[in-house]
């Protein structure tokens, strides 16, 4: 007898989107469900046949294959299987069990069974720190308020001498389960949260949480090199767990101040420096300090345009945790004069009188060739 065909047993159009197609799967599960079917032989294979035809279509590569070769893609031996990665292990792991409880999660007992989580929470700390510490690196102290394993029960939550005893509501399993209509809803024990046990009688110092407040101080390495932005994990090192259960971590976020002098790029820095209308024409020089604590020299040529750069190697930032180091880029900014005197005025327009095309070739050719452009409009 032939398969049926996967659209036509969920009852979907071959176009049809995720959402329509989990739709039809939630409709038709419910209906053929062998908790509203009992023994139904029929309703229960077309339950089956439901689940293996929503396991396959919810895949888009599985889709895919299936809308190419048909049932023929999943079978042992064919090509189209062998070239697409497809198999027909429905039945294993990952297969109808998984797919049927994302869809109803805990309803009909189809959820696996997951013990309470007693991992302490993670914690989250933002520094922030100078651009000259994140070039050398530093060890910082930080003080981290958190909660930590109660030292009087060890963490049990149990009075010193005693011990948690079985839950008696979910004698020990951690979870409970409840007839609903035609379903039967399991769900975590609403008395011990599903750890399987309870305390009857409490510590006193933590009142049966396993757990304190405490602020904490921690020394954090802060390496050289490090970036805006950049996340440090500490395992361990977050709020302890509840009931003997493992700690969270530490996140530390690290922000980096802006400079007042330098922006970074990496592992380059870039400066901006003004200079003067006369240095940058007769040329000179300047001193620029270096986050190294020292000085460079830069010589700046006759001639100088503004927007010039001047590459300081090595003098930039340290790589992390690398031997390299980046570039210092000098980017020089020409100032025009300001305020003039009336000799100044006078030395200036002296100047321009005597300029000539080769003292500004840029401008000179600009204003020749917008000169033609109108000229070639007038035309």
Do not use: W
Request: net charge neutral.
């Amino acid at each position: 007898m032939a398969k049926a065909d996967f659209y036509d047993t969920l009852g979907i159009d071959r176009k049809a989107d995720e959402a329509a197609l989990k739709a039809a799967f939630r409709k038709k599960a419910m209906q053929y469900h062998p908790d509203r079917n009992p023994g139904d032989a029929e309703a229960e294979k077309r339950f089956k046949e439901i689940g293996e035809a929503y396991e396959t279509l919810k895949d888009p590569q599985k889709r895919a294959a299936y809308d190419r070769f048909g049932h023929a893609a999943f079978e042992q031996g064919n090509g189209a299987s062998a070239g697409g990665g497809f198999g027909a292990g429905f039945g294993g792991a990952g297969g109808f069990s998984d797919i049927f409880e994302d869809i109803f999660g805990d309803i009909m007992g189809g959820g696996r069974r997951r013990g309470p989580n007693n991992r302490g929470a993670d914690l989250r700390y933002n520094m922030e720190i100078d651009l000259e510490e994140a070039f050398a690196g530093k060890t910082a102290q930080i003080r981290v308020p958190s909660s930590i394993t109660c030292d009087a029960c060890d963490g049990s939550g149990a009075k010193p001498g005693t011990k948690p005893v079985t839950c008696s509501m979910c004698s020990g399993s951690g979870r409970v389960r409840a007839a609903q209509g035609f379903f039967s809803i399991e769900r975590t024990c609403p008395r011990c949260n599903g750890r399987g046990t309870e305390i009857k009688d409490p510590c006193g110092k933590c009142g049966g949480a396993g757990r304190v407040e405490q602020e904490r101080v921690l020394s954090v390495n802060i390496p050289a090199g490090i970036e805006d932005g950049t996340r440090i994990r500490i395992a361990g090192e977050g709020e302890s767990g509840t009931r003997g259960g493992p700690a969270g971590d530490l996140y530390i976020f690290v922000a980096i101040r802006p400079h007042e002098l330098f922006q970074r790029d990496g592992a380059d820095l870039y400066c901006k420096v003004p200079i003067s209308m006369t240095t940058a024409a007769l040329g000179g020089a300047f001193d620029v300090a270096t986050l190294d604590g020292a000085k460079a020299r830069v010589k700046v040529p006759e001639g100088t345009q503004h927007g010039r750069q001047f590459r300081l190697k090595g003098k930039g930032m340290p790589v992390l945790r690398q031997a390299q180091t980046g570039d210092l880029y000098i980017q020089v900014a020409v100032e025009t004069p300001q305020s003039l005197t009336r000799r100044q005025r006078e030395l200036l327009e002296e100047f321009e009188g005597l300029s000539s095309k080769e003292n500004s070739p840029q401008s000179s050719g600009f204003f020749s060739r917008m000169k033609d452009f109108l000229g070639g409009l007038g035309e």
